[in-house]
């Protein structure tokens, strides 16, 4: 009966807002196309945005997985209408927790038995809660502080739902744009929260990323408690901190921001160019960090979406920044081709493009790091984007990009008077000098899988 329900009224709140959605796009598409009328582009610009915020108003009261896309499509700049991505970029996943007798039902039955039997201790107010699960604080018999992510008990269900209505939307919205087929923004969804939901992964890419990190001074990465680790729950170890952001935490006079920032940006360098393994979701609800021994430590939590960086990729991103680096317009150019951006056969095409863009980037002090702008960047190359129609930018990239982009909002929140290119410049180069990842990735993939 609840099954039903949900069917019911997810699937009704997806048509009422889809549908007079896809029509509010029809209707002056099909002026355009067939009609010949001129549609001024601050009008379509408007037109993204209020419906951009009607689908952000819709994710927020579904939940699940919607959330999830729409953070994925503010991802995609290059399929998406800017009005979309900067609508979308805000949606976060923080959802109110599911009431603890449901919690406390769900885990007797995946334990067998009533969690007392198993725990000391377990708090019944939620700690976090987002789309697919929470997490509560306990204390095992032993003694051992405890976080337990549990998975909510009708997910895959709901998400299954939102799945078949975004698989149909996708198709019914690809009409206004033919040129670039929307498929494969759909798979990379489908495959994102497909893999979130897998905690048995999750589980064994935490204890793969703790063993790399173990005995490193100012890191912490939860060790798993197996015996208490299922297939809806991943039980770790419990880090007494706050999240990074926090005004508590900034604003206190014994923390040193420049250590925590270095810290910060050390813990990525070594996961994506020595181990090949990162977190590719670092926002600030992911790490946590408190003051020890007068030094900031640091708590990377959460390893539902994580990426193998493989050593043949690693290359061709180094060649790409090496050809940004000299200036070299036309080696630049070769290097995108290599990372799949356009084809040989478009090259000559988006290369005055890719040029002016070098251009503008450097002007702006990004071979060097001095004075350098995130925002003004990433305008930039949106813009770009934007006039090189038909370019679909590979998923390593997406994410690639995407790690970047929160590793570099975090950093302004913690340290908006440091330049962290000039940060990471020593320790990028002494990851690199190390020979990068390995070169096989076989044996991360393996014991991941």
């Excluded at 610009?45 to 209020?50: F, P, S, T």
């Excluded at 020890?292 to 061709?316: M, N, R, S, Y």
Aim: charge should be neutral; aromatic fraction near 8%; charged fraction near 25%.
């Amino acid at each position: 009966m609840r099954s039903l329900y949900h069917v019911v009224v997810r699937s009704t709140l997806a048509v009422i807002v889809l549908i007079p959605m896809w029509l509010a796009y029809a209707i002056p598409f099909f002026r355009e196309k067939k009609l010949g009328a001129k549609i001024p582009d601050e009008v379509w610009d408007r037109k993204h945005r209020k419906h951009a915020r009607r689908f952000y108003r819709l994710a927020v009261r579904m939940r699940g997985g919607l959330i999830k896309v729409g953070q994925i499509l503010s991802t995609r700049v290059d399929l998406v209408p800017l009005g979309w991505t900067q609508e979308l970029a805000g949606l976060q996943d923080e959802v109110d927790p599911m009431p603890w007798p449901q919690i406390l039902s769900h885990l007797q039955e995946t334990y067998g038995r009533h969690p007392d039997e198993l725990f000391e201790h377990l708090e019944h107010e939620a700690h976090a809660a987002a789309s697919f699960g929470q997490v509560h604080r306990g204390r095992t018999k032993d003694g051992v502080d405890v976080a337990l992510k549990i998975k909510y008990p009708d997910v895959e269900m709901k998400l299954g739902i939102d799945m078949f209505f975004f698989g149909w939307g996708v198709k019914l919205f690809n009409v206004f744009i033919p040129r670039v087929s929307l498929k494969p923004i759909f798979e990379e969804v489908r495959r994102a929260l497909t893999t979130e939901l897998d905690y048995e992964q999750e589980a064994r890419f935490t204890r793969i990323v703790h063993e790399n990190f173990e005995g490193r001074e100012g890191v912490v990465i939860p060790a798993v408690i197996d015996e208490l680790t299922t297939k809806s729950v991943i039980c770790t170890t419990w880090f007494e901190g706050v999240k990074i952001t926090k005004p508590s935490l900034l604003e206190r006079d014994d923390l040193d921001r420049d250590e925590l920032l270095k810290r910060l940006l050390s813990t990525w360098i070594q996961m994506m160019y020595v181990d090949g393994v990162f977190q590719s979701d670092p926002h600030p609800g992911n790490l946590l960090v408190r003051i020890e021994d007068g030094a900031p430590l640091l708590c990377v939590v959460d390893f539902g979406q994580v990426k193998i960086l493989t050593q043949e990729f690693h290359q061709k991103l180094v060649s790409s920044v090496m050809a940004f680096a000299m200036g070299n317009e036309d080696m630049f150019v070769g290097t995108l081709v290599n990372l799949g951006l356009f084809p040989e056969s478009e090259k000559e095409k988006f290369a005055p493009l890719v040029a002016a863009l070098m251009k503008r980037l450097r002007e702006q002090g990004a071979g060097t790091g001095q004075d350098l702008d995130f925002m003004k960047v990433r305008d930039m190359v949106l813009s770009t984007l934007d006039e090189m129609r038909g370019v679909v930018i590979p998923q390593e990239l997406v994410l690639y990009g995407r790690t970047f982009a929160l590793l570099a909002g975090v950093t302004r929140a913690i340290a908006p008077k440091a330049n962290p290119l000039a940060v990471a410049k020593p320790l990028l180069t002494q990851a690199l000098l190390a020979g990068g990842p390995p070169k096989d990735p076989g044996r991360i993939a393996a014991a991941a899988s």
